[in-house]
């Protein structure tokens, strides 16, 4: 968990996207702009996902992968493994607060960039 210092300013010392304060500063255009970016990293990670979990299979939270006829197997708690499917089949809109900073947090990786071009 990280504190309100930490969330305030990314490493660098620049402001941080996750902090109320900052998020105000931004124009409403490109409040809109980070929004969507965020929607399309929840869209990139939910096909991801599917994804691996296609290629794997549900063994009662074991996830199994087969490469070149060797087999891995990494427990993986069941809990966890229904809530990736939920956030999959949720649309970013519908996502809480908290989901949506982990895409939020995607966006603010390359957002300097963005806000360059």
Not at 55 to 58: H, N, T, V
């Given at each position: 968990m990280t504190n309100n210092k930490e969330r305030e300013h990314k490493t660098d010392g620049t402001p941080c996207w996750c902090n109320p304060r900052v998020v105000k500063?931004?124009?409403k255009k490109d409040k809109e702009l980070f929004e969507k970016l965020a929607d399309i990293e929840h869209q990139r990670w939910a096909d991801w996902q599917k994804h691996i979990m296609k290629?794997?299979?549900?063994i009662t939270g074991v996830f199994t992968?087969?490469?070149n006829n060797k087999?891995?197997?990494l427990e993986i708690p069941i809990?966890?493994?229904d809530n990736w499917e939920r956030q999959i089949n949720t649309p970013?809109?519908?996502l809480s607060e908290k989901e949506k900073d982990s895409d939020r947090e995607q966006v603010n990786r390359y957002?300097?960039?963005i806000k360059r071009i």
């Open positions: 500063v931004l124009s290629e794997s299979f549900k992968h087969k490469n087999m891995v197997q809990e966890y493994w970013y809109s519908e957002w300097d960039l």
